[in-house]
C-alpha cells in the first residue's frame, strides 16, 4: 500500500479513536445487510474529506442465518463485526456496538437504512450547531416520506410517540426513526447506563441525555419503509411495558418509598374491611356501601349484557334509575368491572378505594413537589394531609369519588403549565380536556369543588403578581377555550342524559342549611385516633361521612403561623386566601355565632341558587381546604429544613407534630355483615318472578334501609325492585330525592317497620295496595328478619288478605293468580 493510500485511508489517530463511528444493529440480516454496508462505506469513502477517520461496527444479536458471513466477506477492513451469544434484542446489540465504538461522533442507524445515509449530513449539522443528539425525524416539519408504513403501523406508531411524549420525553415527536448521530463520549455514557433489551432502547437513551440537560435536536430526514420490517405487531406492547419499566427506574429510592407509605396508609385506615370485603361492612357509611357496591355491580352487568350503562331498572322499577344523574363513576367501575365479574362487587369497591386513596396521596405528593417544594419529606407529609385530612377520612367510609381524587393534581398542574404560555398552549389545552373529561366521569361535584379553589387562588395570585397574571390570562384563556372544545363533544350525551334522560331530576335538597358550623372547622373528627369524639363530631356534622372540616385548632394555629412566617412569598399568600376563603364559603348560606343566637348570611349565599351549586352539600367546600394547608405545611418544613437554627428548627418541628397528632385517623370501623337469606342466594326466587315482575321487599329500599341491595347483587342481579337508594325526581317539578317516589303502601310499610306500629288497615288500604302492587308489576313480596318483621308480617298478611309462607329464610307472598 503506497503512502498516498495510508492518506487516503484516514487511518485512526494514535489513541485509536476515528471521527465517526456508524454502528448497525443486526439479527438476521444476510439480505438487507450487504447492500447497506455497500452504500455507507461508498458514501463515506466519497466525502472522505468531510468525514474524516470512519468505522462501520456491525453489532450482531446472535444472528441464525449468514449475518455475519456478509461481514467478515467485506473487503473493507474499517468494517468490525461485534457479537452476540444469543438474541437478546435491538437494545442489546446497540449497548454492545457503541460501547465498541471509538468515534468522536457516533452514528446510529438500521440495517434497512431506511434512512439515506445522504442524510448524516442534516444530523453532523445541527450537532455542530451545540448539540449532543441529532436524531432523525418523520414527524417534524421538512421531513419527507417515501414509502409509508402499514396504515395499522402508522396508527400504532403515532400512538407510541404520543404516549412516550407524555410519559418520557416530552417536546420530541419521533424517537423510534432508527437514524441517530451522538457525540461518541455521551451516546457511551448513555448507552452503558442502559438497561432495556429491546426497542425500548431508544427512548431510555434519549430520556438519560434529557434528564442530563444535554440539548437533542429532532432533524427532518427522508425515510422510506423497507420490507423485511423486524417489528412485529407483539412488539408494540412490548415498548409499551418497556416503557413503564423505565418510568419506574427513574423513580428515586425516597419516591418509591413515599408511595409504599401511601399505599400502606391507605390499607391501615381500610384494614378492618380489606382482607375480608364480602363479609365486613363499614358503619359509618349508614347505608352507602351497599349503595356503592350495587353500582359497581350494575356498571358489570350491563356491560357484560351490552346494556345501557347510564340507566339501569334494576332499582325504582318500573321507571328505573339514571346512573349517570347517580355519581356511579364510570371512569372507575368500568375498568373495574372485569374484577366486580370475578370476584364480587365488595371486593372491587374495597381494591378501588383502597388504591384509589393511596393514588391520590401520590398525586398530591407529585404536584408538591414539582410546584411547591423540593424537600421530600416536606412534599410527603404536605401530600399526607391533603390525601389523609379528616373531611377525607370521613367520605372514605362511604363516597369513593371524594377518595378518587388523583386526577385533581394533574388537572392543577395541567392548568399552571397553560400560565406558562410555553408555545404548548393547544396541546396542553387538549391534554387539559381529556383530563376534565375522565373526572367528570369520576365525579363532577369534587371537579367543581376543585374550580372554586383554582379560582380563590388565582385571584388571590393574580393580585399579588399582577406582572405573572399579564403574562398568562391569554394563554389560560386559550388553552381553557381548547379544553373546552375537546371536552363537551366527548362528554355531551352523557351529560344531556344526566339533566335531561329518563328519571333526571333538577337539583336535589339537602336541607336549608348544609354548611359547616365555625366550631366544626376547629374541632376533632371522631376518627382521630388521639382526639376524636363521635359525640362531638356528630354534633357539629350531618352523619359521619360528612365530617367535611374537623381541622382541629392546633393546626388551624399552626397555619397562622405559617403564614405570618412567609407572608413575603406571593404563593403564601394565595394558598393563605385559598383556604380561608374555601373556609368561609363552607359555612353555608347562613351561619350562627357560636355560643349566640346571632344568625348572619354566609358567603355561599351569593351561589346558592345557581344551576349545579344548589345540589352542592356546601360544608364539603371546607375540603378544598386540606391540599391548600397541605402545601402551606411543605413549605414551612422545607423552610425549617434549611435552617441552621437549631432551636427555632426543633420548636417548628415541635408545632408541626403537636398540629398533626390529632389528625392521625384511627382505622374505620366494621363489623360482620348480615346474613343473605338463602332465598336469594340459592336461586329459589326464581319460582317466584317471572320476566318483566319485581321482586317486592318488604319494607321497599331506601337510604335508611338498603340491605335488599345486596341480597339482589347476591341473586345475580337477576330480578328488579321497587323502592332503592338512589337519587331520582319527585313531582311534576321533578325535584331531585333520595330513593323512589313514595307510595302509599311503601310508606305504610316503611313506617311499621320503623315504628313497630300497624295502622288500621282496611278495605281502602287493601285497595290502593293492589293499585301499588299492580304498578310495580310485583310478583311476590318477601319479609326477611329485621327489627319488627312480625310486625311487618301482619301488615302485609292484612293488606293481601292471606298469610305468607315461611321459605328458605323469608316469608314470602306468591301473588300470582293460583296460589
Known sequence: MSATDTEALELPADDGTVDLSVVIPAYDEEHRLGPTLDAVTRYLSENQGHWGSWEIVVADDGSTDGTRDVVSAHADARIRLITSPRNRGKGNALRIGVAASRGRRVLVTDADLAAPIEELEKLDKALSEGNSAAIGSRSVPGAVIGERQHPVRQLLGRAGNLLIRRAALPGIRDTQCGFKLFEGDRAREAFAASRIDGWGIDVEVLRHLHRADLRIAEVPVHWSHQPGSKVRTLDYPRVLAELIVLRARALRPADLFAILLFLLMAMALY???????????????????????WFFAVTAHNLAHLHNPLFSDLQGFPDGVNLMANTVMLGVTVPFAPLTLLAGPAVALSTAMT????????????????????????????????????PMVSHANAHPNFVILFMIPLIIDRALRLCEGDGRVV???????????????????????????????????????????????????KGLGVAAAVCLPLVAYALTWQFSGPQSYKSILHGDNAGNSPLALLSFAERSLVAGSAERANALSLNPTEQNAFYGWPLVALAFAIVVRLWERALVKALAVTAVGAALLSLGPRFRIPMTDEVYPGPW????????????????????????????????????????????????????????LPLIPAPLKTVERPVTPAFFTDGTW???????????????????????????????????????????????????????????????LRDVRYTGVIPEIGENWRAQAKRDLAYWKAGALVVAPQPNDDRLRRAVTELVGRDGKWVDGVWVWDLHKGT
Open 355 to 390: 388504591l384509589g386513596l393511596a393514588a391520590t396521596g401520590v398525586a398530591w405528593y407529585w404536584l408538591i413537589r414539582k410546584r411547591v417544594v423540593r424537600h421530600r419529606p416536606a412534599a410527603f407529609l404536605g401530600a399526607s394531609l391533603a390525601a389523609f385530612a379528616p
Open 686 to 748: 326464581k319460582s317466584y318472578v317471572r320476566t318483566g315482575e319485581s321482586l317486592v321487599t318488604v319494607p321497599l329500599p331506601d337510604s335508611g334501609y338498603a340491605e335488599q341491595l345486596h341480597w339482589q347483587e347476591q341473586a345475580g342481579l337477576g330480578f328488579s325492585m321497587p323502592g332503592g337508594y338512589f337519587n331520582g325526581p319527585y313531582g311534576k317539578d321533578r325535584i331531585g330525592i333520595y330513593g323512589a317516589a313514595p307510595r302509599y303502601t311503601s310508606q305504610l
Open 427 to 477: 396541546r396542553d389545552g387538549v391534554v387539559l380536556g381529556l383530563m376534565a373529561t375522565y373526572q367528570i366521569f369520576l365525579g363532577e361535584e369534587p371537579l367543581l369543588l376543585s374550580t372554586i379553589g383554582l379560582v380563590l387562588f388565582a385571584g388571590a395570585y393574580a393580585v399579588v403578581r399582577r406582572d405573572v397574571a399579564k403574562r398568562a390570562w391569554r394563554p389560560l384563556l
Open 271 to 293: 384494614s378492618g374491611r380489606l382482607f375480608d370485603p364480602n363479609h365486613r361492612y363499614l358503619p359509618d357509611s349508614l347505608q352507602d356501601q351497599n349503595q356503592w357496591e
Open 605 to 660: 349565599a351569593l351561589p346558592a341558587k345557581i344551576p349545579l351549586f344548589e345540589s352542592v352539600i356546601e360544608g364539603r367546600v371546607a375540603m378544598v381546604c386540606a391540599p391548600a394547608l397541605g402545601m402551606l405545611l411543605a413549605l414551612a418544613l422545607e423552610r425549617l429544613a434549611a435552617t441552621r437554627e437549631r432551636g427555632a428548627q426543633y420548636l417548628g418541628l415541635l408545632g408541626v407534630c403537636l398540629a398533626l
